[in-house]
């Protein structure tokens, strides 16, 4: 013993056995040639059953081939290794986390010794653990915040937030149901690990007063519940089970459930859990705000094409068609649109399923709906309100009918969710659009109102207009019947030949007209005129205009006096200010023609001897644009006509062509005229209107009145002449 | 791809003599034959590699499903062999190395001349009366515990476990050690290694063994050299008088002695 040392504080014998730390020498080989007693005692082993004994023996599995394949390498090359985390297996079978040190040395005796010391880690192990799941729990928050950043929608945010709690160990089942915006349901968007009906009783027990559900979101704090504590357990009684509110702009906007298997969850875990929720519910809050304004601008897409598909056509059966075809399948199921005036069938109807759709008119047929009637059409139509029933449970279907095959029919249809909007227009209630969804994944409610009134009024003006337009055309168009289909003068000494073609694909009727009839025994009027404008305007433009050519003129006063008059009347019409005219008298007997053109191309004589060319005189200025009515003395062309010449009266839609002069159009007219010369006259009206169209089509009314003129001598004979000769 | 930059391969001695190649066992890479490379140099040509993912292997060339079994790490032997166009080599094997060498002599018999295993096994598990040194639940608990990076294995966990924050070289040195590993290679490394079973396969190795078992191994235990050697056939086996599982490093001198006279054999 050294005589320097205090031997009566503690003797190296102690300082060795009782160190703070295990102590153990072993040969190269590994074998144990010392233990200290703080090892023994930390892992229970008698000493005797730890000599002769290899080090790595004590070591549990991975600890002994990680100990041959890395540390005895290191050991014989470097000499020692240090704080390596190893496993002590203690008598009882118990593990000791530990860290070594070791290092291989020389003894006073010559012989290489390893010197091992080993300290108890059990407490830094567990902290390490604990880092490591921390580390695993910041990768997971990292993980989901970018699987959130890159969800652009609420769906995938679900996705991503509940597939990432999925692949964590202890989660076995997990969903995430939304508060739907009456605030009042929880909907299911998305499960893992149990089916959605498994977990379906979850959402609604989550709504009811007084659950644990309903108390996380309405304090926005979550719960955690041992197995049992709830009734619904997300189809997994035996589990805990977590309920974290999702909350967003402070307001709980869902709930997340978590089942898992582990008896309890740290605070760390539960922090974690906490923390993803949070995520989520912003993530969803943003995604929804992004949804809205990607629903928005779809929608106002919609409501713009929808007016410009509805304007393409005419009529309100063709536009009420369009409608119900706009919204299905895009807004409903199955839509019909009723406008009682015009008689208790729907005007439309349209069904995503094509066979459903005449049962369905069937059964609107049948059944009897009355304003008292909650949620019908009726009771839209009567108080010009929507009428909105967001969720039809099945058991009303039997409130509706008891017979059995309409029972059925309705199964079928299977409406879930309903509206009845009014079709509004001008301050009148024209009928009712009626949208059901059939799809449980979808239905309406109460905030879809707006948009879904805003169609239907765009709806019903469209069908006001039609009808409007409708019963205008018929009107103007019966008018332009009476005045171009009228009695044309039947004289041997002249035959008429007319076409009148109204433009294609034009709403409202033009403007042009034609009129002929005697002046006395021995005089053939004939007018064509233009009015400037379309519709029921013109079309009474048009009669007035007929009916005041004609009083004047069969007073015998003739050409430039009834001009005269006629002006003076044109200003009182103010439909008909500005106006075109041909108008000439044919004196029969003598075939001498006077004429007038106001403002209208010139006609065209074709001669007997085959020859074609424009009457040029007579020309003045439209009815209408002059100022001093006093100073009109319009012109009067004369020309005789002989026996067998053919004058041709027309409008401008018949010579003139988009992108060409006057004279081009002329040329063609004279040219087709001339061509037709030897058919049939009473086609030639027709056939020149046809030939005018042969290769561009009319973009205006096209009118032609040909006069032949037969000659006197013609009252008691069949004329040789080739032009009357049909076959 | 260059495989020479691949497998970290060198080559070293005399570049006329007979081929040497040294195949490093599962844990270290190829600096583990420092001590017995030199013995050798001076009639050998000497080459030594490491398996991808260990040692200064080019660890992007990991394909998990190649290295799936034993054959992909053969497949890189021959790879190898063929590179440097080698004539018929001697392959020197170290644990789980004996078998990839046993693999490829199988596949490629022309390329080899003799094997040598260090510490082979051709199995770890127990099985009936096969005695592997590990049960079932032993190589289970040695995985998990690779998963679960309780060990000193992973490079990830090291600086937690040795590194004090005022102490950074710790971490350092083990990392920076011969026996640093990509902590998930190792793990995949070490489930093919303990999982494996190439019992059948020793019946096929037509190429001269020498089977170098050492004293007391806790990994590979004399029963399995025994086995092997039983299995092989055309095999000699040499138990050493070294412990351990890496007598290349614990007892050179014994290890090279135990060769030299197998190889000048001829």
Known sequence: MDPTEPTEVETAEELYEDAPCGYLSATPDGTVVRVNGTLLRWTGYEREAVLGRTFTSLLSPGGRVYFETHLRPMLQTEGHVREIALEVVCADGARLPVLVNASTTVTRAGRDIVRITILDASERREYERELLRTRTDVEQLLRVTASMAASVDVGSVVDAVLDELAGTAPVDVCALGLLDRTGTRLELLGTRGTSAEDADPWSSEAMASGSAAAEAMSTGTARFLVPGQSTASLGAPDRMLALVPLVARDRSIGLLGVACSSSSRSADERRTLGAIAKLAGQAIDRARLADLARKNAERAGFLAEASREMEETQTVADRARRAVDLVVPYLADYATIEMPDRGPEPVAAAHREARLLQPLIDLRRRSRLTADTPNTVARAIATGQPQILSDIPEAVYEDYTSEPDQLELLRQLAPRSYVGLPLRARGHVVGALMLVCADRSRRFVPDDLPFLQTFADQVGLALENAQLYQSERTISSTLQRSMTAGVLPDDPRARLSVSYLPAPGEMQIGGDWYSSFMIGPANLAVVVGDVVGRGLGAAAAMGQLRSATRALAQTGMGVAAMFRDLERFVVEVEAAQVATLAYAELALDTGELRWACAGHPPPLLLTPDGTARFLWGGRSLPLGVQDEIEAIEREVGTETIPAGGIVVFYTDGVVERRGETIDEGLERLSERALNLTGGSFDSMAADLCAAMLADAPADDDLCLVCVSVEGAGSVSAVSPNALTATS | ?266
């Open chain 2, 1 to 266: 791809m260059d495989i020479l930059a691949r497998n970290n391969v060198s080559v070293s001695g005399s570049p006329d003599g007979p081929p040497m190649v040294f195949a490093p066992g599962f844990g270290c890479d190829r600096s583990m034959w420092r001590f017995l490379i030199p013995a050798f140099e001076d009639k050998y040509r000497v080459v030594a590699f490491d398996h991808v993912g260990t040692g200064g292997s080019d660890i992007s060339a990991y394909d998990a499903d190649r290295y799936a079994t034993l054959d992909g790490y053969a497949d890189d032997v021959l790879q190898i062999c063929d590179a440097l166009d080698l004539p018929p080599v001697i392959f020197v094997g170290h644990s789980v190395s004996s078998m990839i060498g046993a693999l490829a002599a199988i596949r490629a018999p022309a390329r080899f001349d003799r094997l040598v295993m260090v510490g082979p096994s051709p199995r770890y598990i127990d099985d009936d009366d096969y005695v592997g040194g590990f049960s079932a639940a032993d190589i289970d608990e040695l995985l998990a515990s690779l998963d679960s990076n309780y060990l000193g294995w992973s490079g990830a966990i090291a600086p937690v476990i040795m590194g004090n924050p005022d102490r950074p070289e710790l971490g350092h040195e083990l990392t920076a050690s011969f026996c640093k590993n990509d902590p998930d290679i190792a793990r995949r490394f070490a489930q093919v290694t303990f999982t494996g079973d190439n019992r059948d396969d020793l019946l096929k190795v037509t190429t001269p063994t020498l089977v170098l078992q050492c004293d007391q191994d806790a990994i590979a235990p004399r029963e399995v050299g025994m086995y092997v050697h039983d299995r092989l056939p055309d095999s000699e086996l040499v138990v050493l008088r070294a412990t351990g599982h890496c007598p290349h490093l614990s007892a050179p001198e014994e290890t090279i002695a135990a060769m030299k006279p197998f190889l000048a054999r001829r």
